[in-house]
């Protein structure tokens, strides 16, 4: 992918070159760092003395601590490169037991893409009267001028209905789908008066940029605005400044000699926020707490669909968690000592402490259960998702959010209930992942993943789309490529993440906290030894 420069003589570089790379939550992106000693200016790595490696995922990095990552280097397995003999690295991430090689410190940092929101209001008076039997409805529609000279729609605002003196509702905005970034862009406004049948009229328009509309946060008193089509209206205040721009209708001033205006936009407030990112959070500490919830109904026997979904996903979750223990639920089968039907209870038969060691520990865990409880039913989901959520409910600070992952091989049986739970738990800190195996039908998860029609119960709509539903079948590779398959199933069910995570913080008024500071190399990070 690339190479970093040269640092002469040290065994503690602290290299300056960086490399950019596209980031996707949901994807695992391996890494694998190469370290070499430079004997001559050849390009070719098999004349140059190879140091170690080390290999990781960007998740890993992006997940640690402040987003550094300290690994340790190994020299890996490696063969003999066939003319020179030298040691040249292989793919493997094995070792060479009591070999010191040294550490990598690997840091990651989002770069900065104009993510300021502007939040604005406006108010209009004596606008023309368009309706015969009333007055106006009159909305407004914001233009981002492009390069080559045409306009492109970027904001609709409400209608008003029947009044020339409307009071728009506060919107928001990206200010790179306002004006791209360039502040002094030229934005088209046009005002229209709402018709029914789609056939709007047309009352005026006015134009004006991103750094005319932020100046109305202007310290100063007395604030003149220019505006090309017909000049501007200045308001002195007691202290604040609004910025007035009159309406023009271009028709109307060719026709009509003593036309001055079709009323005038008024800015009543405008800010400006920065929008925060998942990463923002997770650079800031929040951790991604993972919990497991595998299905024991009498259907089950599918291990190996069953143990390829919990990896594909698992396996990129487990970055963002520091400690990988994870809560391992069962729900559905007969557990000892008496027998009785549980739809909640751990895999590793510790109540006290649910938790297994990654990814592997759930796996061992879920085998070990199989000996010891017996397949039953039905298929409920209420009592898992209530677990989950009532540690999601006890921590809303912003420092941890809670995905639930659900797999599963049978017909829902709860189904009010679960809809209950989830409309409650969209509350929270949390996101569900169902991953239906076999040929069941799974119509009953779809109404729960929400995405067309949010889910409600009792009359109450849930705040929040939390739920993400995949049927294992449409992923399984008819060649046998396994890797392939469940990549494409990790993307899919994670992708929704971070926007969940972020409707919720931001839902909140969460922000998150400061990254710890950056790293500052103290002349003994990498010690190698040859």
Excluded at 481 to 493: I, Y
Aim: proline share 5%; aromatic share 10%; net charge negative.
């Amino acid at each position: 992918f690339g190479r970093t420069e040269v640092i002469d003589n040290t065994l503690n570089p602290d290299f300056v070159r960086k490399f950019i790379l596209d980031y996707f939550f949901e994807e695992k992106q391996n890494l694998r760092f190469d370290l070499y000693d430079v004997d001559s200016k050849s390009p070719d790595l098999s004349k140059h003395d190879f140091l170690g490696q080390t290999f990781c995922t960007l998740g890993e990095i992006v997940g640690s601590s402040g987003s550094r990552l300290e690994k340790p280097l190994t020299m890996g397995a490696f063969t003999l490169h066939s003319k020179t003999g030298k040691p040249m690295p292989s793919v493997s991430n094995g070792g060479i037991p009591g070999k010191k090689c040294g550490t990598i410190i690997l840091s990651a940092e989002e770069l900065g893409n104009c993510r300021d929101v502007a939040t604005m209001q406006f108010c209009a008076n004596k606008l023309d009267k368009k309706d015969f039997f009333g007055k106006s409805d009159p909305f407004m529609v914001f233009y981002r001028s492009n390069e080559d000279g045409t306009f492109t729609i970027c904001h609709k605002t409400e209608v008003v209905k029947n009044t020339l003196n409307p009071v728009w509702q506060p919107f928001s905005i990206p200010v790179r789908a306002l004006c791209n970034g360039d502040y002094d862009r030229t934005i088209k406004v046009e005002v229209y008066d709402w018709d029914r049948d789609g056939s709007h009229d047309f009352i005026g328009e006015f134009t004006t940029s991103y750094r005319e509309l932020a100046r109305g946060q202007s310290q100063f008193n007395v604030y003149e605005v220019s505006d090309v089509l017909e000049g501007s209206l200045n308001i002195k205040t007691a202290g604040d400044f609004i910025l007035t721009k009159e309406v023009v209708n271009p028709k109307k001033k060719m026709k009509k000699k003593k036309y001055i205006n079709s009323g005038t936009v008024t800015l009543l407030s405008f800010a400006t926020e920065s929008e925060h990112t998942f990463l923002d959070y997770i650079k800031g500490g929040t951790q991604i707490n993972f919990t497991v919830a595998i299905d024991f109904t009498a259907s089950n026997g599918k291990l190996n669909a069953y143990a390829m979904a919990l990896k594909a996903v698992g396996e990129i979750i487990q970055d963002y968690d520091s400690d990988k223990m994870f809560p391992a639920l069962g729900f559905g089968a007969k557990i000892p000592p008496d027998g009785r039907v549980s739809h909640e209870f751990p895999l590793n038969g510790n109540s006290e402490n649910p938790h297994c060691s990654g990814i592997e520990g759930i796996l061992e865990a879920y085998h070990d259960s199989l000996k010891t409880v017996q397949l039953y039913g039905p298929t409920n989901f209420s009592p898992v998702v209530n677990h989950v959520a009532r540690y999601a409910a006890a921590v809303q600070d912003g420092t941890q959010y809670f995905v639930l992952l659900i797999i599963t091989d049978g017909v829902i049986s709860d189904m009010a209930q679960t809809k209950e739970a989830i409309v409650n738990a969209a509350k929270l800190p949390m996101s569900i992942i169902i991953v239906g195996v076999g040929q069941a039908e799974f119509d009953a998860m779809v109404e729960l993943d929400g995405d067309d029609v949010r889910i409600s119960s009792r009359g109450k709509v849930a705040e929040r789309d939390i739920v993400q539903f995949v049927p294992f079948r449409d992923y399984i590779d008819r060649t046998g490529n396994h890797v392939l398959s469940m990549a494409r199933l990790a993307k899919d069910v994670l992708a929704e993440i971070p926007d969940q995570f972020i409707s919720y913080m931001k839902g909140r008024g969460i922000k998150p906290n400061p990254a710890p500071p950056p790293y500052t190399p103290t002349g003994h990070a990498l010690q190698t030894e040859i």
